[in-house]
């Protein structure tokens, strides 16, 4: 199977062309969604999730204090560091298992936001990023999530890699600016991983 990594920085709109891939009928792994998931109900995970960030990681509930969570390692990168060091594992066994259960696919889709950041790329053979200006992507961000301010947007793209870079590294790019219509590029996308499918199942 076709694994195809797919990334960009927040507000990219990433998330608009997985959907459009999922109307072609490409599965999509969303490693965000599945990383909340892995880490509310892996047993393990959550024991060392508590026994590294303290009770306060779930809530009366049960269920995972984002809240918390966040403001325990958003600004200390050696805390970032080991929750991520803690959780991404858990997601790339997710992923496998997710992985199983699409196998008919003639390809799939797994985005990840810090695709690079995180070493997710190595488990795809190809990555595309979904690239848009900085102010686009930050007027968009401001749009959908009111209760940022700018500078929290500006921190959030500080910690992830530039856009120069993310296009440097990947092998496809979409560019969603205002100004180029999404779909035809990703139909276009569409019709080459189907080739490269069709190749990687000859070889």
């Not at 053979?125 to 700018?150: C, F, G, K, Q, Y």
Request: glycine share 4%; charged share 25%.
């Amino acid at each position: 199977m076709l694994k195809i990594g797919i990334t960009g920085g927040i507000g990219s709109g990433k998330s608009i062309v997985c959907k459009c891939f999922q109307l072609l009928g490409v599965p999509v792994y969303d490693s965000d969604t599945r990383a909340k998931w892995v880490m509310n109900f892996d047993p393990e995970l959550r024991e060392q999730l508590i026994s590294t960030f303290g009770p306060e990681t779930y809530d009366a509930q049960q269920q995972l204090n984002r809240t918390y969570l966040s403001q325990r390692v958003f600004h200390d990168a050696e805390q970032l560091a080991k929750l991520n060091g803690l959780v991404h594992p858990q997601v790339r066994k997710d992923f496998y298992r997710w992985l199983d259960v699409n196998i008919q696919a003639p390809y799939v889709l797994k985005e990840a936001a810090l695709m690079f950041e995180s070493n997710a790329y190595t488990q795809v053979d190809h990555v595309l990023t979904v690239s848009a200006p900085i102010e686009v992507r930050r007027a968009r961000t401001l749009l959908r999530d009111p209760h940022r301010n700018a500078a929290q947007v500006d921190a959030i793209m500080d910690k992830q890699l530039s856009e120069e870079e993310r296009i440097r590294r990947a092998q496809f790019v979409l560019y969603n600016d205002d100004a180029q219509l999404v779909l035809p590029q990703v139909v276009q996308l569409h019709q080459r991983f189907l080739a490269l499918a069709v190749d990687k199942s000859i070889l």
